[in-house]
């Protein structure tokens, strides 16, 4: 069910979803006359929610972004040593090549932490263990999947960088206090105040589900990291665009 809501339902959905919601509410809840230290505690939680909300939403970008950049640094590293394979009998390109077919697959669909790990030291190991009369190249090979590793890593700490259990908590309470100020402050009977009301409140649970979709990587924008690899595959190791 989890993943359906954030794999299958769009965005544009939601806010149409929300809005109503908060409309039926809005119009059904009884209304409060908040006095001025009401009023203050709801000015301050709203900045509270926005002072608190706005750094994580950043930062969950930046890490797609860098995710991006760490992808691609290693897909190329990949192409390059791919066309190296070429230098090589056609055994042993098939099996290396077969290798790295396995590793791109399962990077194209990782999701957690050090996945494809096992796959990466496959590739490893049959470069040690090779005694051939190729042994030189091979050799220039293992170099080059060693230094790729920082790239692994980096990206590895960056799909465990999610946000913490007690940040949802905090952003919870600010955002339940937020919203239930929002639908039952007295606006009077004017329609447009209504309206404005249920967007505001429609609009704050969006943020929180763009940030939730940025942090399970379930957004757009993440799922672009990894054409990289996709790309790789789809042409043969021709082209990383």
């Known amino acids: 069910m989890r993943n359906f809501l954030l794999l299958k339902v769009r965005l544009t959905w939601y806010i149409f979803i929300f809005l109503f919601i908060f409309l039926v509410l809005i119009f059904v809840l009884p209304k409060q006359n908040f006095n001025t230290g009401a009023l203050a505690l709801f000015s301050v939680n709203s900045f509270l929610y926005g002072f608190y909300l706005s750094p994580i939403l950043s930062s969950q970008k ?39 077919d396995v590793y791109l697959k399962t990077c194209a669909k990782q999701r ?30 293992l170099d080059k999947l060693v230094d790729n590793q920082s790239n692994r890593t980096q990206f590895s700490m960056l799909l465990a960088n999610k946000i913490y259990s007690h940040e949802w908590a905090i952003m919870a309470v600010l955002y339940g206090i937020t919203t239930g100020f929002i639908i039952t402050i007295n606006t009077g009977h004017i329609l447009i105040y209504q309206l404005i009301a249920g967007f505001l409140a429609a609009g704050l649970t969006m943020l ?12 757009k924008k993440a799922h672009q990291a990894w054409n990289p690899y996709k790309r790789l595959l789809e042409t043969s190791y021709y082209s990383v665009d």
């Open 62 to 100: 930046s890490r797609i972004e860098d995710m991006h950049k760490v992808a691609r640094s290693e897909a190329n590293a990949i192409f390059e040593m791919v066309l190296d394979l070429k230098r090589l009998p056609i055994e042993l390109q098939d099996s290396l090549r077969g290798r790295f």
């Open 112 to 141: 957690k932490p050090a996945q494809g790990e096992k796959e990466y030291e496959e590739l490893i190991t049959e470069c040690v263990n090779y005694t051939g009369r190729y042994k030189e190249q091979i050799d220039k090979l």
């Open 208 to 219: 929180l589900l763009i940030l939730v979709k940025l942090s399970t990587l379930t957004h």
